[in-house]
């Protein structure tokens, strides 16, 4: 799972496709005005108490090791906490109430790690060699995930660029999801997994340097043409209009045909595809998706700006 985003400046060509800034493990979209940072009414977290970790909660940028040993340790404990803070959550219906601090901040500290590792190969591998079966292989897939996304950055200096705001609730778009891929028959975790690309699931607001809008990020002209006469803004009808897209394109039979028409690189494809992956495999990975964090790469290093204790 994971979770910390760039901004991707892809290939204008298109083939009559959507124009994303692609985002990572909370990810940043071009363009737009005044760095204004607008909250929609959120759903009360549930209670800190009713978290299962007995341990403090990590802090949103606190050290983290450098070496295999302490990572994988990192690593293996975050996981086992976090799969535990997001079952106690899903029992309390993630559709009515927020993310408790236990999952914001394991999943915070689970996609710092991933970003650490997807920089250097050879650290994500020894560290990897340490991990048990199951978490070696979420390791791989987000670590993957994020590197090819890396791969299409450019620095962006600009915060004031980025415009943010607050998702809607998890079981809410849990549930965009899975009506959107019962009605043209995709899979929920592909039409999540973009959603987590593209925007973080909504937390960015601004339009893309290409133009690309909502939290699906589609051009207004493939919108007038997939969109099925919604509101390109809104999550629900982005949703079912991507649907749409990919049903046109070729899904489910080619699923990488599909998102390769969405947006037209095979490195963007793959991390769909990886993150997608996740989800089929465990679907608590949606829920720790949920709170990735969106992080800018500027050239003064990267910059987290949605998320505790973010700065702008």
């Given at each position: ?14 083939s ?131 590197r ?9 200096d ?45 937390r960015?607001?601004?339009p ?65 595809q ?35 204790g973010?700065?702008?």
């Amino acid at each position: 799972m994971g979770i910390v985003a760039w901004m991707m400046r892809i290939s204008t060509r298109r083939s009559g496709a959507l124009a994303a800034a692609v985002v990572l493990a909370v990810a940043g979209c071009g363009g737009g005005g005044g760095g204004e940072r607008e909250r929609a009414p959120a759903p009360r977290a549930a209670s800190p108490s009713a978290s299962p970790t007995a341990t403090p909660l990590p802090e949103p940028d606190g050290k983290l090791a450098k070496d295999p040993k302490g990572l994988a340790q990192d690593l293996e404990r975050t996981d086992r906490a976090l799969r535990l803070a997001v079952d106690e959550w899903v029992r309390s219906d993630p559709s009515r109430t927020g993310p408790p601090d236990a999952v914001v901040h394991l999943a915070l500290r689970q996609q710092r790690i991933y970003r650490v590792l997807a920089k250097d190969d050879g650290l994500e591998k020894r560290t990897r060699d340490l991990l048990p079966g199951g978490v070696a292989a979420a390791t791989r897939d987000n670590t993957v995930a994020v590197r090819k996304l890396l791969e299409l950055a450019k620095p962006e200096d600009d915060l004031g660029k980025f415009r943010t705001q607050e998702p809607l609730p998890a079981g809410v778009l849990r549930k965009h999801f899975g009506d959107a891929g019962k009605r043209f028959g995709i899979d929920w975790q592909v039409l999540a997994a973009i959603m987590l690309v593209e925007t973080k699931y909504g937390r960015i607001k601004s339009p893309s340097w290409a133009g690309a809008k909502g939290p699906m990020q589609f051009l207004p002209a493939t919108w007038r043409q997939y969109g099925m006469g919604g509101d390109i803004h809104d999550p629900r009808d982005a949703v079912m209009g991507a649907a749409n897209y990919l049903k046109a394109s070729g899904a489910p039979d080619d699923y990488r045909r599909a998102l390769h028409a969405y947006n037209p690189t095979p490195l963007y494809v793959d991390a769909v595809q990886r993150h997608a992956r996740r989800m089929k495999s465990d679907p608590r990975a949606y829920y720790a998706y949920y709170n990735w964090q969106v992080f800018v790469v500027t050239t003064r290093g990267d910059v987290r700006i949605t998320g505790p204790g973010a700065r702008r």
